[in-house]
């Protein structure tokens, strides 16, 4: 969505002297933050009038294969048993333990670290959550949980084009809940597989 310049000059009259004087200082750190702060809150807009419609097309299982044979598995790690491969990379310590604690849970049947080629569509980019996973009928209730993992929960730690994706995803799995199987997937952002209990338990 591109704004008018009618649009861009209130928004520009708008801002404080103190702030735009600080235009002569820096110009182009002034124009990339004036951007980025446009960005955002049309984002924050946009997602308030978000909604997703169910479509015929589907992934095919070549989604989670692609590409596996270019990967550097030389730090992957010991051999997994509940990932759907043996091995997996991934981004962060935050991501490595939470492995560690997936593959020795016994609630876990399977998960699996979504490919890139896996993402939701936003007004702002697409979106690629990090994690599906899947638990024990019995144990805890029968649940696709598709996660995103954070390293830390503060909101302000997020940056605000971050937050509105995690937004659009929850409307995107809330659709898919809505016209298929209400309660059939949860989507939500962890720290910790502790906190991806407490959720999954609260929804028992």
Known sequence: MQLTRKTVTEILSGIQKAVFDQFKTN???FISEATRLIQEQKATVIIEHLSYDAISETHDIDIFTDGQSKQDFSKAGSPLKHHIYDYVITDSKTERTFVQELDTS???????KLPKGFFIPTPVGNYNPDWAITFKEGTVKHVYFVAETKGSM????????????????RKFFDEINRRINPENVTYDVVDSFGKLMEIVGAAN
Do not use: D, F, G, W
């Open 154 to 169: 503060s909101s302000m730690e997020l940056r605000q084009i971050e937050k509105t994706k995690i937004e659009c995803a």
């Open 106 to 112: 016994t609630e876990v049947v399977v998960y699996a």
């Open 27 to 29: 110009p182009e750190n």
